[in-house]
């Protein structure tokens, strides 16, 4: 399948989440796809969207209510299911025919682990862009470093409220397209 590269679809997870370890029988799972589509020529963001996930095999914490705002009452009567947003990912944002990126891994691990528990279809292609990465190789860091000191070296202000999907991927979104756009090959200034 050729893959298309006008635009890379960037990804944020939110998923729940507890103080400590998880309650006996619960684990993370997705409840927010936070995405922004990226125009590779422009650098321009297109469009945003947070797809709001129902879990099945966990309930979501106080802790994790105030960490991304994300209710449970909201998820209930807004969001929808897992194997719903994979396949809507497919179908209007043709995920398995693009580029996506996140910032680290965590994302692409949780949608692999929470695929195979759940007997869905992955639903990205392999070309995966670890934005976390590629921004510490790009400026010749010693380390990865989060999200929102690369943006503040970026010289970026954060839009939105961090940790809610939709407001991280137009934020991560905005970081690559820095990145991309870069014209010198030389690290920018910090």
Known sequence: MARKLDRILVIDVEATCWSGAPPEGQESEVIEIGLCTLDVASGERLEKRSLLVKPERSKI??????????????????????HKACTLLETEYLSKKRVWASYGDYDRTLFLRQCAACGVDYPFSGAHINVKS????????????????????????????????????????????????????????L
């Open 61 to 82: 914490s106080e802790f994790c209510t105030q960490l991304t705002s994300l209710t449970p009452k909201q998820i209930h009567k807004e969001g929808i299911s897992f």
């Open 134 to 189: 590629l921004y510490g190789i790009m400026q010749a860091l010693p380390y990865e470093i989060g999200m929102t000191r690369a943006m503040e070296l970026c010289g970026l202000e954060i839009e939105g409220r961090h940790h809610r999907g939709v407001d991280d991927a137009w934020n991560i979104a905005a970081l690559l397209s820095r990145l991309i756009l870069q014209r010198s090959g030389e690290p920018l200034e």
